[in-house]
T-cell receptor, first 113, second 111 residues
Framework: GDSVTQMEGPVTLSEEAFLTINCTYTATGYPSLFWYVQYPGEGLQLLLKATKADDKGSNKGFEATYRKETTSFHLEKGSVQVSDSAVYFCALGSNFGNEKLTFGTGTRLTIIP | DAGITQSPRHKVTETGTPVTLRCHQTENHRYMYWYRQDPGHGLRLIHYSYGVKDTDKGEVSDGYSVSRSKTEDFLLTLESATSSQTSVYFC??????????FGQGTRLTVV
């Protein structure tokens, strides 16, 4: 079945550092890929998405590229801020009509000033 | 924010008691989901609904039941709560396709 393997955390970085959170997936067919973010005490918010190979999703300075050849969707940001401290979840969704998301285990990111 | 309200937001209950969590949406979306979030597991799907009275099991459905009698409401029931069901529960909605919008969560503690 579908699965998502996500970089283990926690990750601690200094402000303005470069961020990469790795995500790889196993799926049949051609899923859509997502990054969700969860700020303390809140629900999950969609951060970015990509629906087909080579698509790049981007939002709030974060980017991720759908790499079919390496089955990856790594999250990157060039210069992180304290406000980026949160838990980040990689997820995939089937495009075959079962309308469900499969999540990775989440990566807790802490940015220190 | 998507119009999703979960209630209650926090609950402490005793082992063996029944518990019902409610998810209410104002978006008229067809699909509704219940997930649980646990450390080291991410989010796991409990049950989902693809229409009024149409529901199906997710990967961790044992010990849980759901009902959807109206488009806007999706109820999750723990028939007899156990300590292993201590978790944070999230409701999500979707108009179709895999992208989903999440509620604020319900923190349930079973003592």
């Amino acid at each position: 079945g579908d699965s998502v393997t996500q970089m283990e955390g926690p990750v601690t970085l200094s402000e303005e550092a470069f961020l990469t959170i790795n995500c790889t997936y196993t799926a049949t067919g051609y899923p859509s890929l997502f990054w969700y973010v969860q700020y303390p005490g809140e629900g999950l918010q969609l951060l970015l998405k990509a629906t087909k190979a080579d698509d790049k999703g981007s939002n709030k300075g974060f980017e991720a590229t759908y790499r079919k050849e390496t089955t990856s969707f790594h999250l990157e940001k060039g210069s992180v801020q304290v406000s980026d401290s949160a838990v980040y979840f990689c997820a995939l969704g089937s495009n075959f009509g079962n309308e469900k998301l499969t999540f990775g285990t989440g990566t807790r990111l802490t940015i220190i000033p | 924010d998507a119009g999703i309200t979960q209630s209650p937001r926090h609950k402490v209950t005793e082992t063996g008691t029944p518990v019902t969590l409610r998810c209410h949406q104002t978006e008229n979306h067809r699909y509704m989901y219940w997930y649980r979030q646990d450390p080291g597991h991410g989010l796991r799907l409990i049950h989902y609904s693809y229409g009024v009275k149409d529901t199906d099991k997710g990967e961790v459905s044992d010990g849980y039941s759901v009902s959807r009698s109206k488009t806007e409401d999706f109820l999750l029931t723990l028939e007899s709560a156990t300590s292993s069901q201590t978790s944070v529960y999230f409701c999500a909605i979707s108009p179709g396709g895999p992208e989903a919008f999440f509620g604020q969560g319900t923190r349930l503690t079973v003592v």
